[in-house]
Nanobody
């Protein structure tokens, strides 16, 4: 059974940084691309960062240059380093293990979500 457990969310001031982590149990981490999504109330989940198994990455324009997705195969862990945070980055962030390229990514397994709040 595949399980994703996220951590690292919290309250941060505008301009600050946070690092989210997602530990994957179940043996698929090295075989599948992964992504980070975010969701605000009343909105659909938005894919914000994507990584292939080889570490090739893609980002939505609104976070490019500020967020970095990375993966540690030895620890079965996916990260999202978020810098220069803005109030509009406030959302629940979800990690996901799926399949396919960035342009046609299919999400399969979800973490429970972690709240990120950017406010002064």
């Amino acid at each position: 059974q595949v399980e994703l457990v996220e951590s690292g969310g919290g309250l941060v001031q505008p301009g600050g940084s946070l690092r989210l982590s997602c530990v994957v149990a179940g043996g698929l981490f090295n075989l599948n691309p992964m992504a980070w999504y975010r969701q605000t109330p009343g909105q659909q989940r938005e894919l914000v960062a994507y990584s292939t198994t080889l570490g090739r990455t893609n980002y939505v324009d609104s976070v490019a240059g500020r967020f970095t997705i990375s993966r540690d195969d030895a620890k079965n862990t996916l990260y999202l380093q978020m810098n220069s945070l803005k109030p509009e980055d406030t959302a629940v962030y979800y990690c996901n293990l799926g399949s396919g390229p960035y342009t046609n990514y299919k999400p399969h397994y979800w973490g429970q979500g972690t709240q990120v709040t950017v406010s002064s």
